[in-house]
């Protein structure tokens, strides 16, 4: 044990400028490592992610119901961009949205269990946040149309 020229023992600890240095640099630390990694951008990607599955579902399940039918796509599909409408959506609610009701794909869950919808969930009550359109060729496109960090999420079929 030290002892002091009194005899008494020695108070031993850190002083306010070590405690002060040492929260300093596990501040600097933190602030370093949350820039290196940035929440906001892996967030974003994530989400894209999911459009860019979404689009392939809702594609392949639109291929797949012109395959059993003949090669017949499901009615309403137009070259202009719709937004296609949630499962359950009702028709009238959906074409007074200027959307389609795709609900041919969700029948008995044969293509789709449930129509895909965008992942962050806000955008709007009775639309998924994707639209599909056809060519003069009759080739499908599906697009995310919110997709982040300008991303274009589109496929062509």
Do not use: W
């Not at 003949?70 to 959906?94: D, E, H, Q, R, Y």
């Not at 200027?98 to 895909?116: C, F, K, N, Q, R």
């Not at 639309?127 to 999420?153: D, S």
Request: aromatic letters at 4%; a neutral charge; hydrophobic letters at 40%.
């Amino acid at each position: 044990m030290i002892k002091t020229k009194s005899g008494l023992p020695a108070q031993t600890g850190f002083t306010l400028l070590e405690i002060l240095l040492v929260v300093a640099a596990i501040g600097i630390l933190a602030a370093i490592t949350i820039v290196a990694i940035n929440p906001t951008k892996q967030l974003g990607e994530t989400k894209n992610a999911q459009r860019r599955s979404d689009v392939a579902t809702i594609l392949n399940a639109v291929y797949q119901y012109s395959i059993d039918n003949n090669g017949v796509l499901p009615a309403g599909i137009t070259t202009n961009g719709l937004n296609i409408c949630k499962t359950g959506t009702p028709p009238a609610t959906c074409a007074s949205l200027g959307g389609i009701d795709l609900s041919v794909l969700t029948t008995d869950e044969v293509y789709l269990v449930a129509m895909p919808q965008d992942p962050t969930g806000s955008i709007g009550t009775d639309t998924t946040g994707y639209f599909i359109k056809k060519n003069v060729a009759n080739r499908i496109n599906v697009t995310a149309v919110h997709a982040e960090q300008n991303e274009i999420i589109s496929v062509t079929k």
